[in-house]
């Protein structure tokens, strides 16, 4: 798992989609944008691109060829395509917190607050659920994988902002309630772990019948 | 020792299947692994990797099951699979970087001494490699980690003639230790005469013999003779063809016997395929 992951990080994944967190981080001091888009650029951007690089390189051959577990496969490309959700994340909430220093609350849509990255890592766990499983059916076509995994983060992430807009009490929760957000956060890690976890599994079940 | 050990492979696909497919390779040996285009070479060698999910049949390597020590048996393999370029626009010392650490032995000075003796600079990117200095990459990459059978899927088409001569002296350098062994698939069976040890012909997804290199081509005859000879001995041929005044057929040398105007003379590899290949188009 350990070398595939090291070829998942050095040979699959360009070294720009590790510079991209950074880049789309920034966009965090947009003032009161819809801050959901700053991780749904790793959905539109690095992962369609990685799994193109992919097939067009014969990266399920080279893998499957070396020595090691077919499982091992499904698992390094999850935790390497996490890594980079985490990246975007973690630089998402450094430029968040600046954010809410030089602007405060956001008038219309979600403040990036504690609990909006907790909404923000169901949104990724959510992508996560069908991207695998349904990339993993063949291991090389991706365009229904990304597209689907994709409407699925794009709804939950426009039900949340929509939610919040017209719910008045979650309105209220979300800007006022801020000793309760991290609840909302730990809950949201917890739900990302479970959605990919699960993921995980059943992609490795469909891997089983692949060929190279 | 047996390196390689196949028993009743079978695996089927909508208009094609692998039949009972069953051989054999000794440590120290080459084996060339003929066949027309579409015969069933690529799959039995992608199955012998676990690469597609055959549906009967063992595949043992170094008298383990390959199934249940893929990543054990996998240490000891090296390939090359023509149609497969992976990672082309990389480096060849980045995707060697990778590469090594999968493997236990893996000997980095060995692999120094191949590159500079095959005069490969890892600087370049495998896209810019000529298709007989790929097949040497590949080559390097097997011999670095010491493998004990390497699997090489056509690597000799597309080269020129003096690329090929090389690299078939190459091979014969590589069983020297009498520990290696190559399973090479190729419908280039002139490379075959030069170094192959063994043979194994397969024909439409069944093995017809897998022998020693003269005893394959002498277990068959070429037949020879007027036509008017032909229904004589036409239910004893595999196939045959026939001009205005005579037929030439293949038959197995157990099955004919020298007779008067017929002429009989052992075939070359490519007379035996291009027969049953006839044959299998006559009963299409």
């Known amino acids: ?212 | 020792m047996k390196i390689l050990e196949i028993d009743k492979l079978n695996k089927s696909y909508e208009k094609f299947r692998l039949k009972d497919v069953s051989f054999d390779l000794e440590e120290g040996y080459i084996m060339g692994f003929i066949g027309a285009n579409g015969a069933g070479k690529t799959t039995t060698l992608k199955s012998i990797l676990n690469m597609i999910n055959y549906e009967s049949g063992e595949i043992s390597i170094m008298g383990k099951n390959f199934c249940e020590n893929e990543k054990e048996l996998k240490q000891h393999i090296g390939y090359m699979f023509g149609d497969a370029d992976f990672y082309t626009r990389r480096r060849i010392c980045t995707i060697t970087d990778v590469v090594s650490k999968f493997y236990d032995n893996w000997d980095g000075d060995e692999y120094r001494r191949l590159m500079d003796w095959f005069g490969l600079d890892d600087k370049k990117k495998v896209m810019e490699l000529s298709e007989g200095m790929k097949v040497k990459f590949s080559l390097v990459l097997a011999l670095s980690h010491k493998a004990r059978l390497l699997l090489l899927d056509e690597p000799t088409s597309g080269l020129d003639p003096v690329a090929r001569d090389e690299l078939l002296e190459l091979f014969q350098k590589v069983v020297e230790d009498g520990r290696t062994s190559i399973l090479f698939s190729t419908h280039i069976t002139s490379d075959l005469d030069k170094c192959a040890d063994y043979i194994t012909y397969i024909n439409n997804g069944k093995i017809i013999d897998s022998k020693a290199l003269e005893d394959f081509k002498n277990s068959y005859r070429l037949v020879k003779g007027p036509v008017a000879k032909l229904d004589e001995v036409s239910h004893k041929l595999v196939s045959h063809k026939t001009s205005s005044f005579n037929f030439t057929g293949l038959a197995k040398e157990s099955e004919i016997t020298q007779t008067d105007g017929i002429v009989l003379e052992v075939p070359e590899l490519d007379d035996i395929m291009i027969y049953y290949a006839r044959r299998e188009r006559n009963n299409a």
């Open chain 1, 1 to 212: 798992m350990r070398n595939l992951l090291n070829k998942e990080l050095k040979l699959t994944i360009n070294p720009f989609f590790y510079i991209l967190p950074l880049i789309m981080g920034l966009l965090m001091l947009i003032p009161g944008w819809l801050y959901f888009l700053v991780f749904m650029y790793f959905c539109f951007i690095t992962v369609p691109n990685t799994l193109a690089a992919c097939k067009a390189q014969n990266d399920l051959s080279f893998s499957i060829l070396m020595p090691v577990q077919r499982n091992d496969i499904v698992g390094a490309r999850v935790l390497s395509f996490t890594i980079l959700e985490l990246l975007h994340i973690a630089f998402g909430a450094v430029f968040a917190v600046i954010n809410i220093k030089l602007y405060g609350e956001a008038v219309f849509f979600m403040t990036p607050n504690v609990a909006f990255f907790g909404l923000g890592f169901i949104m990724l766990g959510l992508f996560n659920l069908f991207l695998f499983p349904i990339f993993f059916r063949s291991a090389y076509k991706y365009g229904v994988a990304v597209t689907v995994s994709t409407i699925a983060a794009f709804l939950f992430a426009a039900g949340a902002e929509l939610l919040v807009l017209f719910n008045r009490e979650l309105n209220v929760f979300m800007r006022y309630y801020k000793g309760d957000h991290w609840l909302v956060l730990i809950a949201g890690i917890l739900i990302f772990a479970i959605m990919t976890y699960i993921s995980y599994r059943i992609s490795i079940i469909r891997f089983r019948k692949v060929e190279a």
